[in-house]
């Protein structure tokens, strides 16, 4: 079965508004990854969280790892159009194995 | 240029069909996955590959098959089993197994 979940599955923001993802893991992770994927496209690397507590920002982006290494989540200040897209978490549960989550499809009205 | 290319970008199949979707990196990665993303529900990994001649199972592998006879290429073959292939396949790559999957551009495979 699932053992990434992600939610929410769909967001729909006003352009400014904040948003968040929230990815959770059966299982203790030794890292996660997060990825784009524009509409139509392929997924594309964010970033990866390696040490427990890790907090990343990539400019409005900003990204956590749980304490226990079994969550995650990716908060974006103030969206922009070209924010759109689905954004899924990702890790290793067994193995060389990468699970991904569910996904969080974002929309952002003009 | 480096990079992971897929091709077909669309394929159809035929009912009793099998089809292979190619892939080919040229990152030097030893590791190679294919994945399965249906609309709702992320990617879903069927076959991956740490290294050449060894391959693994994921979680939705009946009714495909792989090979990995070179470093740089790990087909994916959909066969007549699979009852419901209509779905985007991605191929992606990974230096050993645990850095970024860098994936190709997709294959949008459907049922004649």
């Known amino acids: 079965g699932q053992q990434v979940m992600q939610i929410p599955q769909y967001q729909h923001v006003q352009e400014g508004e904040d948003f968040t993802t929230y990815c959770n893991s059966s299982?203790?992770?030794?890292?996660i990854q997060w990825y784009k994927q524009r509409p139509g496209g392929h997924p594309v690397f964010l970033i990866q969280?390696?040490?427990?507590?890790e907090v990343k920002k990539q400019k409005r982006l900003t990204f956590q790892f749980g304490e226990a290494k079994k969550n995650s989540s990716l908060h974006i200040t103030a969206t922009q159009t070209t924010d759109v897209g689905t954004y899924f978490c990702a890790g290793p549960i067994t193995g060389n194995q990468f699970y991904f989550g569910t996904g969080t499809s974002l929309t952002v009205i003009p | 240029d480096g990079g992971i290319t897929q091709s077909p970008k669309y394929l159809f199949r035929k009912e009793g069909q099998n089809v292979t979707l190619s892939c080919e990196q040229n990152l030097n990665h030893d590791a190679m996955y294919w994945y399965r993303q249906d609309p709702g529900q992320g990617l879903r990994l069927i076959y991956y590959s740490q290294i050449v001649n060894d391959f693994q199972k994921g979680d939705i592998a009946e009714g495909y098959s792989v090979s990995r006879e070179k470093k740089e290429s790990f087909p994916l073959t959909v066969t007549s089993a699979q009852k419901n292939p209509t779905a985007f396949y991605l191929c992606?790559?990974?230096?050993?197994?645990?850095?970024?999957?860098?994936f190709g551009s997709g294959t949008q495979l459907s049922v004649l």
């Open positions: 992606a790559s990974s230096i050993t197994g645990f850095e970024k999957l860098f």
């Open positions: 969280l390696v040490k427990s507590g």
């Open positions: 299982t203790t992770l030794s890292n």
